[in-house]
């Protein structure tokens, strides 16, 4: 967006020198789309409101507008304002060269010459307005753009109604409620539940919980990436103890005396094989479920346990 290349700028000012700039840059198309107030009404107005430059109070207004609906749309410090006098310009320029200069768009790096000169010059003072208009344009583009990203970034963190459907419709199902009826409010759905929650908690051994406090929302995401991360790097190092596993098997079979009981040597290995899952979903919720004791538990029962299953024993 910003004008930075002088080289391709020195081509550009020797270009637009020897053209018509209001034609060769669609100088007016560009005008009629951003739409701007004090602006010319028609091509011609437009030749002559260039022609006649700083010395018109009607040329200062809409440059002092597009100036700061550029300022808007790029959000710019630097604001312009219009002269008390066309005779007393000298603010009005330097708050015009500031703007210039934040956009990164001097007219020395232009046009290899000073604002005044710039201004004075008919050919000159079209480029500069078509390098603002341009600016504008694309200013817009990025504020909706930008706009439309936060927009679908807000649209994200609003649940779906068919995620939360489905999450009330598990919730039913944890607690034994095999269907709702038809019409119910919310506070109907509480009431419903919590007789259900009360019951199910009486249930619950008479232990401390393993985790205790309560935690944030953000937190609460953390954990279950940290949940996610736990559970893959359990299946990978699963996975591998399974390989070992088969590849030791198989490696007894490589044996001329053993390969005749090959068939023998799987009907025993393979029913005591198949229970060993490296794909084990343990939930946050049922961590939370966990009563202190579980980690003792683990200690006892480890010995008789399966490996591939010290989770479950855990929870």
Known sequence: M??????????????????????KFSLWNSLQACRLPDAPETEQKLE?????????AEFINF???????????????????????????????????DLLEELDCSPSDLFGTSL???????ELRSALISVLLNELKTAKLLALRKAEEEEKETQKKIPNSTSVAEELSALCT????????????????????????????????????LIKGTLTKEQWNTVECLNDRL?????????????????????FLWNERVKEKEEEIMKIYKPLRTPL????????????????GAYVCWFFNFEKKNPFQYQQTCL
Not at 8 to 14: D, E, K, M
Not at 233 to 251: F, G, I, N, P, Q
Not at 277 to 292: F, Y
């Open 277 to 292: 899952n490296s794909d084990i979903q343990v939930s946050v919720a049922e961590v939370l479920a966990a009563r202190d």
């Open 63 to 97: 440059t002092v507008t597009l100036c700061n609906e550029l300022r808007t749309a790029a959000r710019l410090k630097t604001q312009v304002h219009p002269p008390s006098d066309v005779n007393e310009l000298d603010s009005f320029i330097q708050e015009f060269k």
């Open 48 to 56: 002559l409101f260039l022609k006649d430059g700083p010395n018109a």
């Open 174 to 209: 944890s607690v034994g409620i095999s269907r709702l009826p038809d019409s119910i409010s919310m506070e109907q759905f509480f009431d419903l539940m919590l007789p259900k929650i009360e019951e199910l908690v009486k249930k619950i051994p008479n232990k401390s919980a």
């Open 116 to 122: 005044d000169e710039c201004l004075s010059s008919v």
């Open 231 to 251: 559970r893959t790097e359990y299946k990978l190092r699963a996975e591998m103890l399974l390989k070992r596993l088969d590849v030791t098997v198989k490696s």
């Open 2 to 23: 910003m004008c930075k290349y002088k080289t391709l700028v020195n081509c550009y000012h020797c270009f637009i020198m020897s053209n018509n700039l209001a034609t």
